[in-house]
Every structure is written in structure tokens, then in C-alpha cells.
T-cell receptor, first 111, second 116 residues
Framework: AQSVTQLGSHVSVSEGALVLLRCNYS??????LFWYVQYPNQGLQLLLK??????LVKGINGFEAEFKKSETSFHLTKPSAHMSDAAEYFC?????????FGAGTRLTVKP | GAVVSQHPSWVICKSGTSVKIECRSL??????MFWYRQFPKQSLMLMAT?????????EQGVEKDKFLINHASLTLSTLTVTSAHPEDSSFYIC????????????FGSGTQLSVL
């Protein structure tokens, strides 16, 4: 069965700094990979997803992630953090009919 | 760590029957729980926000009479798919927000529903 590991439950960056949220997965078949964001008092929102094709995926709000099969990773990045990016981020993997989530990473953005 | 138990993990039913899915927070209280649906190879879709002691808030396009949500206690929310049809076959997953740390969200393991 597939699984996801998010390294670092908390990440703190300064406004304008690079954001890097790490995600590693295990899957027995080529996976579908997702990043979701949860803002306070809201449900999950899809940031981006990888299915097939180009390994660098661009999402909303300036985020992107790169699928690296050799490293079984799907790290999320953003060149310049904004205060509004403070939220909880979840990486997820889906093989076909289900989805498994990482434990989440809390992103804090300092002024 | 905090655990959310979702039951059953698999269910197969006949068309026209109703199916109840339970989402239970095992070691924390959750005033708010979320129900999601996932079609194969697609992202999650938020169906509704379940609040203990009050009516659930449904997302646009989700039939509240079709998908009944009951959040009767701080540790249990149920989703009942009424008069299920094959198009309701999907993967349903719940998540619960820990009252002690409202920003923290925990997920159930999901329920695969197949309607024949």
C-alpha cells in the first residue's frame, strides 16, 4: 500500500524567503501525487497535482512541486513566501481508488 | 498521536440501499469534521463541513438529502449515503479537527463504496 512521509511538522521562514516543504512517498505503481493546503477554519484546498507527463508541476499561489522518481520525492516549493501562505500543508499519494495523506507541515511566515 | 478511525473501510451494497460511514476521533474531541469524496485518479472534493450539535454545511452541488451528515457527539460524525446508486461509488474520507489545536487536522483511512 502507498504511504507518505512529510519531513518536518513545522517549517518557519521569513517573508520573501524560499519555501521548501518535503514529501517522500512509497508506492507499488506509478503514483498520483497531490499537495493540499488547509487555511485556518477551512477545509482542504488543492494546490497542485502530478499525474503523468511533465515532472515539474505548477500550482496556485505561486507554488510548484517536482516529481523525482529516483528519490521518491514530491517536494513543494515557492520562491518567495508571503504572509498569507501561513497554513497547514498536506502531501498525498493515490494509486487508484484511495488516497493517503502525510501528517502535515505547518508553515509559519515571519514578517 | 491523534487517531481518526473511519469505518467501514470497504462496503459493497445494492442500488437503492443506504450506507452509513462512521468517522470517530479516538483520543481527542472534534467539534468540526470534514467529509471528502475522491473519484479514481482525481483529487479530493470537499462535500460538507460537519459541526457538532448543528447542521452540516454542504458544498455547492452536494445534495444534502442524499448525503446525510450527523455529528451527534464531539467524537463521532456519520455520513449516510441514502438510496445509493452506482454513480455514488467512490472513495469517501473524513478528517477531524482537534479542539485542543484547532489548526491540526487528522484523517481517517477512508471508505471505498461500491454500489452494484
Amino acid at each position: 500500500a502507498q504511504s507518505v512521509t512529510q519531513l518536518g511538522s513545522h517549517v518557519s521562514v521569513s517573508e520573501g524567503a524560499l519555501v521548501l516543504l518535503r514529501c517522500n512517498y512509497s508506492s507499488s505503481v506509478p503514483p498520483y501525487l497531490f499537495w493540499y493546503v488547509q487555511y485556518p477554519n477551512q477545509g482542504l484546498q488543492l494546490l497542485l497535482k502530478y499525474t503523468t507527463g511533465a515532472t515539474l508541476v505548477k500550482g496556485i499561489n505561486g507554488f510548484e512541486a517536482e516529481f523525482k522518481k529516483s528519490e521518491t520525492s514530491f517536494h513543494l516549493t515557492k520562491p518567495s513566501a508571503h504572509m498569507s501562505d501561513a497554513a497547514e500543508y498536506f502531501c498525498a499519494v493515490s494509486e487508484d481508488n484511495d488516497m493517503r495523506f502525510g501528517a502535515g507541515t505547518r508553515l509559519t511566515v515571519k514578517p | 498521536g491523534a487517531v481518526v478511525s473511519q469505518h467501514p473501510s470497504w462496503v459493497i451494497c445494492k442500488s437503492g440501499t443506504s450506507v452509513k460511514i462512521e468517522c470517530r476521533s479516538l483520543d481527542f474531541q472534534a467539534t468540526t469534521m470534514f467529509w471528502y469524496r475522491q473519484f479514481p485518479k482525481q483529487s479530493l472534493m470537499l462535500m460538507a463541513t460537519s459541526n457538532e450539535g448543528s447542521k452540516a454545511t454542504y458544498e455547492q452541488g452536494v445534495e444534502k438529502d442524499k448525503f446525510l451528515i450527523n455529528h451527534a457527539s464531539l467524537t463521532l460524525s456519520t455520513l449516510t449515503v441514502t438510496s445509493a446508486h452506482p454513480e455514488d461509488s467512490s472513495f469517501y474520507i473524513c478528517s477531524a479537527r482537534d479542539n485542543r489545536a484547532a489548526e491540526k487536522l487528522f484523517f481517517g483511512s477512508g471508505t471505498q463504496l461500491s454500489v452494484l
